[in-house]
Structure formats: structure tokens, C-alpha cells
């Protein structure tokens, strides 16, 4: 029994580490700042305002996919034969929590 406090050391390390970890998976709300679309662009439907000049993108999953904003936002897509003005940066992991939490942005029907 001489190692059981070592053995409970251990147990709650990995405890520390894997909730730190849980902490700091970031959502897609966290990512849109953090990634500064809020510099141009508004989600007024999640209390996110800029003075910027882009489209305020609360309804934007109403006619978008997912996938088809993943492909925007890094260039793979063209919107009326434009590419975005920004190219994302994050990893492909934040790009697939952006897009899919970017998707879902639809209006309720009034
Ligand atoms: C420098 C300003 C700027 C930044 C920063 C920016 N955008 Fe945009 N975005 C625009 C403009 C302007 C448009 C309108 C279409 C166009 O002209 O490209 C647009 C269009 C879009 C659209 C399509 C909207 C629609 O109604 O179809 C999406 C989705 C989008 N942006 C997502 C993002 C995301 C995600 C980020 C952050 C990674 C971001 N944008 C950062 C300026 C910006």
C-alpha cells in the first residue's frame, strides 16, 4: 500500500489536465472573436456588434452550409465571383467549429 498516495498524485494530475484541457476548447462564438470576423462583420441574434461594414451574419446558415462558409472564409469559394476579403487562419479543427456554429445562425420566422 506504500504506493497508493503516489498512485492518487497521479489520478489527480490527469484530472487537472484533461478538465484544463476541456477548458480551453474553444466555441465557435470564442473563435469569431478571437479570429476578428467581429471587426467587420455583426450577429446582432448574439449580441455581437462591430462598426464594421459587413454583413450582420445572424441569418447567414438560412442560405449557407457549413461547408460552403468553411470554403468562403479560406478562398476555396467565391461569393457573385468574389473570394472573401479575409483569409481564416486558425486550424482545420476551429474552422469546423466556426463554420458548423456559423451554419446555424438562422433567423426565427416572424
Ligand atoms: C475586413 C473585413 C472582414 C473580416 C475581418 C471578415 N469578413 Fe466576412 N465578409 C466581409 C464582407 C465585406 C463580406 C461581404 C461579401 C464580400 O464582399 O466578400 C463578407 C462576407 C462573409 C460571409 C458571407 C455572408 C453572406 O451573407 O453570404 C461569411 C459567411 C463571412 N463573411 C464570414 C466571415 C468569418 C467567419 C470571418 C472571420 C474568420 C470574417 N467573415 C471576417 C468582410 C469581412
Known amino acids: ?5 503516489y498512485l492518487l498524485a497521479i489520478a489527480a494530475l490527469l ?5 484544463a484541457q476541456a477548458q480551453t476548447k474553444k466555441d465557435g462564438k470564442s473563435i469569431f472573436e478571437a479570429s476578428k470576423c467581429n471587426m467587420c462583420h455583426s450577429i446582432a441574434s448574439q449580441n455581437i456588434t462591430t462598426k464594421g461594414k459587413a454583413p450582420d451574419l445572424s441569418n447567414v446558415g438560412a442560405d449557407k452550409k ?5 470554403k468562403f472564409v479560406t478562398k476555396q469559394e467565391k461569393l457573385d465571383g468574389k473570394q472573401h476579403g479575409m483569409m481564416f487562419k486558425g486550424t482545420p ?3 469546423k ?3 458548423t456554429w456559423l451554419g446555424t445562425m438562422k433567423k426565427a420566422a416572424k
Open 1 to 5: 500500500m506504500k504506493y497508493t498516495k
Open 15 to 19: 484530472f487537472v489536465t484533461v478538465s
Open 66 to 70: 457549413a461547408d460552403w462558409i468553411a
Open 93 to 95: 479543427e476551429e474552422l
Open 97 to 99: 467549429t466556426l463554420s
